[in-house]
Every structure is written in structure tokens, then in C-alpha cells.
């Protein structure tokens, strides 16, 4: 395992050209994520979190700026150094679990066949089908094929296939996306326990909002760019009770860019600039000359932003 960040993205920009039109999906997007983390990506359809995980699962190429998983320059990988890193440093779960199965396969031959292709011996790759399938508590399905086994289970089979070859990281795209919210709450529960009991680094993307129950911090992609963090701690109550705390934080990027979040600017009517006070402990950001104010307008006013 590396002792560096699992994922560096670093001003990371993807322009798409379609007939002439220049489509900017990313616009200097930066993202760090530790070893053994577990989080995820939300933001709305267009925003870029679907270009991002195709640049992170090796799908896809970026234009600019840096993007590394577990040591691996996205920008300059071979074509037989990005198969090695697929097969490797990079697990994926699709939202439809079927895409990462073998209909006529076994549970335990689905688990085992990246074992088989990266030559692994027939015994280990038994013993570790065996460990998986017991972790994510579908034992049970070990001679089940694929259409024998219900969605949750299907997905759970998914995630053992994805992280048979011990992935540094695992990447699962909306995969709770077509699943009923008890059988949703099981997934994530086996995405924790892959997390808590095997280390493997989780980034999950996903536009469901739900997620944020499940995994420790949350990052919000706006117009191609990290527009916020939610962090969230466990804490004792004054009464001995655990409870999780849950932090919102604008993301400053090297330039020195917030994004302001919109009920901010809707609320305040900020739009073109706007006015901004260095104070010892904050920044004010106020309208500027000639946009809509509200109370005071002046310095520790309603419309201050700390």
C-alpha cells in the first residue's frame, strides 16, 4: 500500500469536442483522498462526476492538469500499464450488477475468475471466493448463479468480483441506483464492512443524496469543479450517547476560489462581484456596488458570510 494519498487530482480539466462544440467538464477540479477512506461523490446530472470516475477507473483520459490513483499518472499510463492498473490497483461496481457478472457462472466462479486470470492457484482462489462471500454475508449464494440470486444480493456478489484482487481502490458507480432503500441500506452496509475489514479505499459516485448516511465525508461537484466537503464524527453526548456530527466546509482550492453555495447567492442576490472584508478571525463577503442588499450592507451585517 502506498503511504501517499490513494487519489491526487489536481487541476484537473476534460474538454469534449462533439461536431465543432467544445464541452468543458471539468474545470480544474482538485481531490484528495486517503488511504482507507470511504466517501462520496455527489452533484447533479451535468456537473462532472461521471467524467471524473471515468478518468479514475482508467476509462477515460483527461485533458489536463494531474490525476493519479495509488501511484498510477492517469495522463501517461501505456496501453499495458492502464489494463495492468484496471485488472490491479482499480475494482469497479457498476450500477447494474449483471455488468460485472457471468450469467453462467456460480457465485463462487464469479468471485474467483479475476483469480483464475491473474493466475492465482486454484486453492487460494477457492479459499478467497469462500472469504469474500462470507464477508458480505452471501454465503449462502455460493452455487447460485447470477438469476438466481435477488438484486441486493447480486450487487453484494458484484463487490466480492470487484475487490477479489485486492484493489487499492474500489469505485462504484450509483450502485444502490436501482435497488429499494432496506435492500440499498445491505449494500452499503457490505461496502463498510469491505472498507472496515479489508482497508480498501471506497469512492462512491453516486446523485443520491442518501448516501451521506452511510460514509464518513461527502464531496460536491458544481460546474466541473470540488464545491464542498461534509465531514462526519462520532461524539459522546453530555449523557454517555454516541451521535454523529456532521460538518459542511466550503473546498478553497490553490487559487484561493470558493464556491459560495446557491441558496447563498439566491438569498443575498449576489451576481457579477461582490465585496469582500478581511476581518481577524473570517472574511466578510458582502454585494457589490449597484446588486440588491439586504439589512445593513454594511460590515457585520445579515448578509456576512463566516
Given at each position: 500500500m502506498t503511504t501517499e494519498p490513494s487519489i491526487v487530482c489536481d487541476n484537473l480539466v476534460r474538454i469534449y469536442q462533439t461536431e465543432g462544440v467544445?464541452?468543458?467538464?471539468?474545470?480544474?477540479?482538485?481531490?484528495?483522498?486517503?488511504?482507507?477512506?470511504?466517501?462520496?461523490?455527489?452533484?447533479?446530472?451535468?456537473?462532472?462526476?461521471?467524467?471524473?470516475?471515468?478518468?479514475?477507473?482508467?476509462?477515460?483520459?483527461?485533458?489536463?492538469?494531474?490525476?493519479?490513483?495509488?501511484?498510477?499518472?492517469?495522463?501517461?499510463?501505456?496501453?499495458?500499464?492502464?489494463?495492468?492498473?484496471?485488472?490491479?490497483?482499480?475494482?469497479?461496481?457498476?450500477?447494474?450488477?449483471?455488468?460485472?457478472?457471468?450469467?453462467?457462472?456460480?457465485?463462487?466462479?464469479?468471485?474467483?475468475?479475476?483469480?483464475?486470470?491473474?493466475?492465482?492457484?486454484?486453492?487460494?482462489?477457492?479459499?478467497?471466493?469462500a472469504e469474500l462471500l462470507t464477508l458480505l454475508d452471501i454465503d449462502h449464494c455460493r452455487d447460485h448463479r447470477p438469476a438466481e440470486m435477488s438484486g441486493g444480493e447480486q450487487q453484494r456478489c458484484a463487490i466480492a468480483v470487484a475487490?477479489?484482487?485486492?484493489?487499492?481502490?474500489?469505485?462504484?458507480?450509483?450502485?444502490?441506483?436501482?435497488?429499494?432503500?432496506?435492500?440499498?441500506?445491505?449494500?452499503?452496509?457490505?461496502?463498510?464492512r469491505t472498507n472496515d475489514e479489508l482497508g480498501t479505499t471506497i469512492v462512491i459516485v453516486t446523485h443520491d443524496p442518501e448516501v451521506a448516511e452511510h460514509v464518513d465525508r461527502t464531496v460536491a461537484i458544481r460546474d466541473g469543479r470540488t464545491a464542498s466537503e461534509t465531514l462526519r464524527r462520532t461524539e459522546l453526548t453530555a449523557e454517555g450517547h454516541e451521535r454523529i456530527v456532521a460538518e459542511e466546509y466550503a473546498v478553497l482550492d490553490r487559487a484561493g476560489r470558493v464556491q459560495l453555495p446557491r441558496e447563498f447567492v439566491s438569498t443575498l442576490g449576489l451576481r457579477?462581484?461582490?465585496?469582500?472584508?478581511?476581518?481577524?478571525?473570517?472574511?466578510?463577503?458582502?454585494?457589490?456596488?449597484?446588486?440588491?442588499?439586504?439589512?445593513?450592507?454594511?460590515?457585520?451585517?445579515?448578509?456576512?458570510?463566516?
Open positions: 467544445e464541452v468543458v467538464a471539468l474545470q480544474g477540479l482538485d481531490l484528495l483522498v486517503e488511504p482507507g477512506d470511504l466517501l462520496a461523490i455527489v452533484g447533479a446530472s451535468g456537473s462532472g462526476k461521471s467524467t471524473l470516475l471515468n478518468i479514475l477507473s482508467g476509462n477515460d483520459v483527461p485533458t489536463a492538469g494531474r490525476a493519479s490513483v495509488a501511484g498510477y499518472d492517469l495522463l501517461e499510463l501505456s496501453g499495458r500499464r492502464r489494463a495492468e492498473y484496471r485488472r490491479d490497483v482499480a475494482g469497479f461496481v457498476w450500477q447494474q450488477a449483471s455488468h460485472g457478472l457471468m450469467p453462467f457462472l456460480s457465485a463462487a466462479e464469479n468471485v474467483a475468475l479475476p483469480l483464475l486470470i491473474s493466475g492465482v492457484p486454484r486453492r487460494e482462489r477457492t479459499e478467497r471466493a475487490v477479489a484482487n485486492r484493489p487499492q481502490v474500489l469505485f462504484a458507480d450509483e450502485p444502490t441506483g436501482e435497488l429499494d432503500s432496506t435492500t440499498a441500506d445491505e449494500v452499503f452496509a457490505a461496502l463498510r457579477d462581484r461582490v465585496r469582500l472584508e478581511l476581518e481577524p478571525d473570517h472574511v466578510g463577503v458582502w454585494p457589490g456596488a449597484g446588486g440588491p442588499v439586504s439589512g445593513s450592507g454594511e460590515p457585520g451585517g445579515e448578509e456576512e458570510a463566516r
